[in-house]
């Protein structure tokens, strides 16, 4: 069973529509017992960093997050869930999860000397993903294979181990994390067509190794 984590965070639903689809036994929860009991965990959702980080520090949600990172279960970060998953963000001004060493910036900032008007802020839409190395989750891509975006601000590790695709949007920009047990994507898988429909079912048979 994968347990999708509720802490009040957006696009929880279309995850697990997306993983009925295929058949995958899944459970939106913010039940401690029950995040920890499954045998793989969906960090999901869309939102800002604060007010995320504040739900989760005050149901004790950011803990069971690390507890499960560090027991080794495979676990997926979608999108917010991506960005919270490093050490800060510079939405909010926010401290995050720390399992990532880095940061997540704003597009603003790092577009604002290009002066390319077509390069409008949310980045939202279709791009695709560079992939800097193999990995179970992501077997099998297309190379042309477009994802479906919508953000603001993307996540900038500081170890250069932990980029495993990068994307294009006037700067090239980490879209996809993964070390040990986790991978993390800042597109949406469940609104990426069977692409990424594929992505969330071999999530659902990794053993969490690379």
Known sequence: MIAIVDYGAGNLTSV?????????????????????????????????????????????????????????????????????????????????????????????????????????????????????RDHPVFSDIPAEADFYFVHSYYPDPSEDEVRLGVTDYGIGFTSVLARKNLVAVQFHPEKSGPVGLGILDRFSRWNGRS
């Open 16 to 132: 697990a529509r997306a993983l009925r689809s295929l058949d995958i036994l899944c459970e939106v929860t913010a039940e401690p017992h029950r995040i920890l009991e499954a045998d793989r965990v969906i960090f999901p959702g869309v939102g800002a960093a604060g007010q995320a980080m504040r739900t989760l520090k005050d149901t004790g949600l950011d803990a069971v997050i690390r507890e499960v990172y560090e027991s080794g279960k495979p676990l997926l970060g979608i999108c917010l869930g991506t960005q919270v998953i490093l050490e800060y963000s510079e939405e909010n001004d926010t401290e995050c999860l720390g399992l990532v060493k880095g940061g997540t910036k704003g597009f603003a900032g790092a577009l604002k000397s290009l002066g390319d008007p077509s390069l409008k802020i949310p980045h939202m839409g279709w791009n695709q993903v560079r992939l800097l």
